[in-house]
């Protein structure tokens, strides 16, 4: 239980474009979900957090109009990375939380999306 | 933010041997979590130890906490070349269920 899963797993898109990443919580509703950005070899860096119905809430320094996060259920969240550019490459990760049978202290992790912006 | 901080940053060690990592936070916490993360790939959680436990086994992996040191080692017995990833520790504050991770420790075992 509590899968939690990301599309695409690595996308490659022109500077300017937007892209969008989706994160499902595959078998548990998850109230609130979480996005992650990793550099490489560096550790996960919290971007925002985002509870089903309500905006989300941005980390200082992460711009909420480049970064758009829509939970609207409780099973999905996206991401979309708005007039993409070069440093923009990464990997994003999502997780999830929720009550039910999972510990509102855990968090379950998506695989990661890879990001490359050209 | 990054609380945590971890070390060593690296680790490499032969097959067989044990590896602990070192973690430490600078805020109340809730809980403790260790993760691991292979190349490349999402996060798999390991363990968990609350506040007021002091240590925890699962399998090949004892994780102790000290809340007055604020710090947390994970010990990996035996190691295997399977073991080879980053490992991440992470704190939830008692507010909720945020997390923040430490900057991480990357295993390599040698076969």
């Known amino acids: 239980g509590a899968v939690v899963s990301q599309h695409p797993s690595w996308v490659i898109c022109k500077s300017g474009t937007s892209v969008k990443i989706e994160c499902r919580s595959l078998d548990f509703q998850a109230t609130t979900m979480f996005w992650y950005r990793q550099f490489p070899k560096q550790s996960l860096m919290l971007m925002a957090t985002s509870n089903e119905g309500s905006k989300a809430t941005y980390e200082q320094g992460v711009e909420k109009d480049k970064f758009l996060i829509n939970h609207a259920s409780l099973t999905l969240s996206t991401l979309t990375v708005t007039s993409a550019h070069p440093e923009d490459s990464s990997f994003y990760i999502c997780?999830?939380?929720?009550?039910?049978?999972?510990?509102?202290?855990?968090?379950?992790f998506g695989p990661g999306t890879r990001l490359t912006v050209t | 933010s990054q609380q945590g901080e971890e070390d060593p940053q690296a680790l490499s060690i032969q097959e067989g041997e044990n590896a602990t990592m070192n973690c430490s936070y600078k805020?109340?916490?809730?809980?403790l979590q260790w993760y691991r993360q292979n190349s490349g790939r999402g996060l798999v959680h390991l363990i968990l130890i609350r506040s007021n436990e002091r240590e925890k086994h699962s399998g090949r992996l004892r994780v102790t906490l000290d809340t007055s040191k604020k710090s947390s080692s994970l010990l990996i017995t035996a190691s295997r070349a399977a073991d080879t990833a980053s490992y991440f520790c992470?704190?939830?504050?008692?507010?909720?269920?945020?997390?923040?991770f430490g900057g991480g420790t990357r295993l390599m075992v040698k076969p």
């Open positions: 992470a704190t939830s504050g008692e507010a909720g269920n945020m997390l923040t």
């Open positions: 805020t109340s916490i809730n809980n």
């Open positions: 997780s999830a939380s929720g009550g039910g049978t999972t510990s509102i202290y855990e968090q379950y």
